[in-house]
Each structure stands twice: as structure tokens, then as C-alpha cells.
């Protein structure tokens, strides 16, 4: 009997993520566009994001809003399908044996670490600055995948399969930032429920539940759970996504009959082409005017803005070149340390984990959110322009070396 099989799981996930990260380039220019539209139009984009659609799911956030069910609700779904792409890849995937993750988790650890030095240089640790540290720390996959679709053969299959696998150690990174970091006020009861849920949810998994239903059931109550215990309620996604049953299949690596592959498959299209979208229409309307221009010139501006653009090329490129100077480890087959620069600098688009952590940074003040995200947006305009110009104009291997390479 035939094994029943999907298309690549990979190949799957960089088409998606390629298509998503054209309609999340559409959805900022959007929210950019009606935001400066002045008069009726501005003021029924910002009414629409402060309408109250809910009941208080928490006292700390009070009534739900259409960006409070976005940012808090409909996120921890794409955090879901991260967690997914996370177990596979580690499970069964591009990053399932040390040899495999060894480099990409080297160059995510160094790219997450400069930018966050650099924005601390930067705002020379002025006070009521510093919290903002992990904003230029984090890539977003779905914009850059996108930027290397446009490229076509001249971006090698071996760079977006390395900035994949960086981008998805990077989001593993960033989910522990958030944990970590951005946590205040715990309710000890509604945490004791989650890590209920959770364990049970684990059990499931133990006691060989392959159904979907009951998972996604214990993800709806994590998260709630979550919600309520002052933990940020995304993290709820990454957290149940590591009890979903994964079959190991090699040779076909995405079975029907493999729960993870199925729900991932599932969500996967409703998050890159929804959830991430309507993330960046909600989140990306930045009036430009004079203020927001002189707010570029602010160090909080500046520090997210070089962070991404300088900090992340710098700590991926560089430890890149020194692993494979060291012997601990090869640049990515068939590609040139130039299109190895270009790739890096395309790291620097953190445009969703970075508006999604500037949020948190800055809780209930909308000036530093508002100087956070003019240097978001600038640092990863910069990133996606520079690494499409490195890569658009970098001659490729020759094929003998870029033989030697792959081999």
C-alpha cells in the first residue's frame, strides 16, 4: 500500500510564506495610505482599530477591541502555527540533528544579540528606554521569504532555506523574549489552571490522541487561561503546538496521518494570508508628517532602526564567516558570500515580531509605540532594499565552486 503524502512541507511553507509576505508588504502600504489620508477617512481607520467588539476577557486589558482580539486573539493563532514549524523542523525537519541546526542557531543567536546591543548603545541607556532592547532582535520570515520570491533563480534555493531555518530558531528566541521579559503581574491560580490544561493536553499526546479536535479544544482554554494569568496570551500557541502529535516520516515527510502536518496544513494558508495581513493592517498606520520624521532622529527610533538594519547583518553575516573560518560550519551550498551578505541583510525586515514586541515594550504609551514603529518601519525598509540590491546585483558561483560548495 501506497504511503499517503502531501507536497513537501518545505516547499509548501516557502511558497506560502512567499505569497503571505507580498499580501503583508500590500496590507502595510494600506494601513500607511488610510492613516494619512486626513480627515474622515484616518479617523474611521483609527475608530475602527478602538471599537469595542467584546466582552473584558481581563481587567488588565479591559473591553475587547478589533486590535485587542487581533494583537492578543487572533496572534496566538499564527504563534500556533509557528510552534508547528518549530516541532517539525526540530523533529523532523532541516533542524533535526545537530550537525543540521548548529549554524542557524548560531547565526539567530547572533543576530538577535547585536541589534539588541546596538539599540542600547544607541539610546545610551536613558531611562524608560531600555525595555525597548528586544524590539530590533527578531526577523520577519513572511516579508523577506517575500523579498527573495521577487528575485527568482538569482536568490539560491540554499539561501532561503537557511533564512528559514534562521527565522525559525529566531521566532523560538523571540517567543522566549516574551515569556521572559514582557510578563507582568501574575495571577497564580489562572497560571496553575494553564499549566493544567497544558499537562493534559501533554497527556493526550502520551496516551496516542490523534484526533485534532480535543487539541484545539486545550488550545482555546490555554490560551484563555494564559490571558488571564498576566503571561502575554500568544505564547499559549507556542506552548500547545509541543503537545500536537508528530509522526516522523522520512521519505514522506508530510502523511495524512501525521496530526501535526494535518493542522499545520490547515492553518498555515489562514495565517500567512490572513491573520499576519490584517496584523500588519492594524499595526502599520504611521502618520507621516514632520513629527514622525523628527522622531526618526529620536534614539528610540534610531536604536530599533540601526539595530535591524547594522545589528542583524552584522551578527548573522559575521557568524557566519567565522563559523566557516573556525571549521564550524559551511555557508549555505552554492551561494557566494555576497548573496551569504544579502540574505543577512534581508534579516533585518523584522517588521511583525518587531511591531508585535514594540506593543509590549511600551504598554499605554502610544508616543514611544509610535517612535518604535517609524524605526521599525525605516530599519526594515532599509534591510529589504539593501538585501534585494546585494542579491539583485551579486554575480553568482561559478558552477565548479558553487559544486564545491553544495557538496
Partial sequence: MKSLRRPSALRAFLTGEAGGGVILMVAAALAMLVANIPGAVAHAYHA????????????????????????DGLMAIFFLVVGLEIKREFVDGELATWDKRRLPVLAAAAGMALPAIVYLIVTGGQSGLSNGWAIPAATDIAFAIGVLAMLG????????????????????GAVAIIALFYTQGLDM???????VVLAAMAGMNRLGVK??????????LLWYLTLLSGVHATVAGVLAAMTVPLRRTPGAPDAVDSPLHRLEHALHPWSAYLIVPLFGFVNAGLELNGEALAMLMQPLSLGVALGLFLGKQAGIFGSIWA???LGFGERPGGASWRQVHGMAMLCGVGFTMSLFIGGLAFPGDAHMVEEAKIGILAGSLLSALGGFAVLRWAAPLPRSSADAAAS
Fill in 323 to 325: 563559523a566557516h573560518k
Fill in 48 to 71: 475602527l482599530l478602538h471599537m469595542q467588539t467584546g466582552p473584558v476577557l481581563s481587567d488588565k486589558l479591559g473591553p475587547m477591541t478589533v486590535h485587542l482580539w487581533i494583537n
Fill in 211 to 220: 484526533a485534532l479536535a480535543p487539541y484545539l479544544i486545550g488550545f482555546a
Fill in 189 to 195: 491560580a489562572a497560571l496553575a489552571g494553564a499549566a
Fill in 153 to 172: 533563480s538569482r536568490a539560491p534555493a540554499s539561501l532561503k532555506l537557511f533564512l528559514t531555518t534562521v527565522a525559525i530558531v529566531d521566532d523560538m
